[in-house]
């Protein structure tokens, strides 16, 4: 009686649907099957159409994808992963590190190479395409461009300039002309600047500080452009301190003061100026004062077009990368633990003379290859901690590595310079 009753309420509901409805549940179907039809066969035809691309157009595709994602897709096939070794494309693609450049004291002039497991071991990172290249002391480095001084040549080889610019990954080089480091008794440094989203140029500030005849330290500036291959003198308002570390962003050179917790600012000129634009930054964290630490302060790094700087925590186990967002505000983009990295809650300790210090380094980062440099006082590791996945791996074991005169971590280009000539 029951099933009945539901027959009638059935046929009773489908008298009440309208003819068109009824028409449409076959033609539903029907759509349903032609789409999987559809898809089944169509398939093919899109492998087909992808395997037409041109290399070009493949090229331009995966250059524009990030690092991490650039190299999955290294995977998919032979003819991509070409691509990344093929000279005439390879300056488009992400760069990957190759690891970090050093010096092993002020008397020795060779340059050495912690290489991480997968850099690429073709560069010459011994730079020996240069001229005398024995005797070359690393600068600073700046976007795959290395700023090298041939040291002690001025009695021996008086015909070979001592400041050169060289790309090792293309081999290319550049003497800057008219370089002597000035009197005696003057201090110099130099520092240089290069940027491709800037300029195909480069800039070399060499900063010079001397006694004045009322016995004031004087300092002077001149810079180097290689678009017209000219030093030009400029004037600025200095103060003695700002020496050491830089870092050029977006035509800004960034320069630490070795006291005070502060970055000065420097905008590159674009041509001949007399007066160069300059401000005072203050950074973010705690200063690393006399009068508590005996240890350096953090680590400048640029960043997709922006600066960034990474410091410890006062307890040494958490570490905080900011960026410089506008002209002087900072915003906290990581705060990474160190602790695991370690194995141990205590990174901070006291020396014979009381002060504290920390157990490591911050020695580099990069935000865009996910990586942070560290260097363990204790045992003279340098490891490379990755900031997404906490992981860690130890590159190279360099004994007394925290007191290497210069390093730097070297992240080749694969760009043409119009003004480096080939080795």
């Known amino acids: 009686m029951a099933n009945l009753m539901l027959r009638s309420h059935g046929r009773v509901e489908l008298k009440r649907r309208s003819i068109d409805d009824v028409a449409r549940i076959p033609r539903r179907a029907r759509e349903i099957r032609a789409y999987r039809l559809k898809q089944r066969y169509m398939e093919p035809k899109q492998e087909i159409s992808l395997s037409l691309l041109t290399d070009d157009l493949v090229v ?3 250059s524009r994808l990030p690092l991490k994602s650039f190299c999955r897709f290294k995977c998919v096939c032979k003819s991509w992963l070409a691509f990344s070794s093929d000279p005439h494309y390879r300056h488009k693609f992400p760069r990957t590190p190759v690891g970090v450049l050093y ?3 002020v008397n020795c002039y060779r340059i050495h190479l912690a290489e991480l497991p997968y850099g690429d071991r073709e560069i010459n990172t011994r730079l020996s395409f240069v001229p005398r290249y024995e005797f070359l002391e690393l600068k600073g480095c700046n976007n795959g461009q290395l700023l090298c001084y041939h040291a002690r040549l001025k009695t021996y ?11 090792p990954a293309t081999q290319e080089w550049m003497s800057l002309p008219n370089t002597e480091p000035g009197p005696a008794d003057n201090d110099y ?5 290069f940027d491709p989203l800037w300029s195909e140029h480069f800039h070399v500030f060499n900063f010079q500080y001397g006694p004045s005849r009322d016995g004031e330290i004087s300092s002077e500036v001149k810079i180097f452009s290689s678009k017209d291959s000219t030093w030009s003198n400029c004037r600025w308002e200095s103060e003695f301190g700002f020496y050491g570390s830089s870092c050029f962003v977006n035509g800004v050179l960034y320069v630490g ?3 005070k917790h502060v970055l000065l600012a420097i905008d590159a000129p674009e041509k001949c100026t007399q007066w160069l634009n300059q401000r005072i930054i203050q950074l973010p964290g705690f200063p690393n004062g006399p009068e508590m630490f005996d240890c350096c302060d953090g680590c400048m790094a640029p960043s997709s077009g922006v600066l960034c700087y990474a410091q410890q925590e006062l307890d040494g186990c958490m570490m905080r990368i900011w960026s410089l967002e506008g002209r002087d505000r900072w915003v906290v983009k990581h705060r990474l633990s160190l602790s695991n990295v370690y194995g141990r809650d205590l990174l901070l300790r006291t020396n014979h003379e009381g002060l504290w210090y920390f157990d490591y380094d911050i020695q580099a980062f990069d935000l865009e290859r996910d990586l942070v440099i560290l260097v363990d006082k204790t045992t003279s590791d340098i490891i490379s901690h990755s900031i997404s996945t906490r992981k ?8 007394g590595f925290v007191e290497v005169y210069h390093r730097v971590l070297y992240v080749p280009s694969y760009c043409k310079c119009p003004t480096l000539i080939s080795g």
């Open 60 to 62: 331009e595709i995966l």
């Open 103 to 105: 010096r092993v004291n």
């Open 157 to 167: 080889f008086a015909d070979i300039s001592h400041v050169i610019v060289c790309n």
């Open 189 to 193: 440094d130099l520092m240089l600047c």
């Open 257 to 259: 003061h070795i006291q």
């Open 392 to 399: 860690c791996s130890r590159i190279l074991e360099v004994p």
